[in-house]
């Protein structure tokens, strides 16, 4: 319905009273012919019978017979009856079904409609004002695992292994590169100052041998 839409698709209330009418007066003039019962009393004894009542007050004599197979139209006679009243016992039951589920879908509507209820797929205003207030709140708090000193060891054991593994490993050295640096180093010219006076013997270390 246009004045109140639905996501579902159900089967309006009107189209079951229709089946269930229409059933019931087809059953009430097969028994009018069958059993010679006025109209209304074939649809009483239809309606109490398909309805699981069953005061026993009427019930179909002429279709009822002792065996089956000795005559073949009294014999397809009661079984027309049997699965009239089976099928009649399932079509009543769908048919309370759907339209219990529209009553109930009805005064929902009507319900929010007035304010008694609010609406499910309606935002609460103070949450879509906030939206992360209440993220903290719907998060549990996650728990701890308790884990042992040997546990605890292992794991940090296994930490420092994958830090050293991840570590980048230091440059190559050249040793050809270093050999010549260092040479260059001790090839760097010597000033006349720095120069000391080279000893003439070993005598001239002694006090009072030095030569002038």
């Not at 159900?10 to 097969?30: E, F, K, Q, R, S």
């Not at 209304?40 to 109490?48: E, L, V």
């Not at 005061?55 to 089956?68: F, H, Q, R, T």
């Not at 209820?117 to 949450?127: G, L, V």
Request: net charge negative; glycine share 6%; hydrophobic share 40%.
């Amino acid at each position: 319905e246009d004045y109140m839409p639905t996501d579902k698709v159900v089967v309006p209330i009107t189209i079951n009273l229709v089946l269930l009418t229409g059933y019931i007066v087809t059953g009430a003039i097969m028994f009018t012919y069958w059993e010679g019962w006025a109209l209304h009393t074939a649809c009483y004894f239809t309606f109490i019978t398909i309805s699981t009542i069953g005061y026993g007050d009427y019930y179909p004599k002429s279709a009822m017979v002792e065996d089956l197979g000795v005559d073949f139209l009294e014999s397809c006679k009661f079984l027309t009856v049997v699965l009239y009243i089976l099928f009649g016992m399932a079509l009543l039951a769908m048919a309370i079904n759907l339209m219990q589920d529209q009553l109930m879908e009805k005064s929902r509507w009507v319900a929010r409609e007035i304010g008694l209820t609010k609406d499910p797929d309606a935002e609460d205003p103070a949450t879509a004002e906030d939206p992360e207030s209440n993220q903290g709140m719907d998060e549990k708090p996650k728990k701890k695992k308790k884990t042992g000193k040997k546990n605890k060891k292992k794991a940090d054991a296994e930490d420092a292994e994958a830090e050293d593994e991840l570590a980048p490993l230091p440059p190559p050295i050249d040793m050809k590169n270093k050999r010549k640096e260092s040479v260059a180093d001790t090839s760097e010219p010597i000033s006349p100052s720095d120069v000391t006076a080279r000893p003439g013997s070993a005598l001239s270390l002694l006090p009072g041998t030095a030569e002038e």
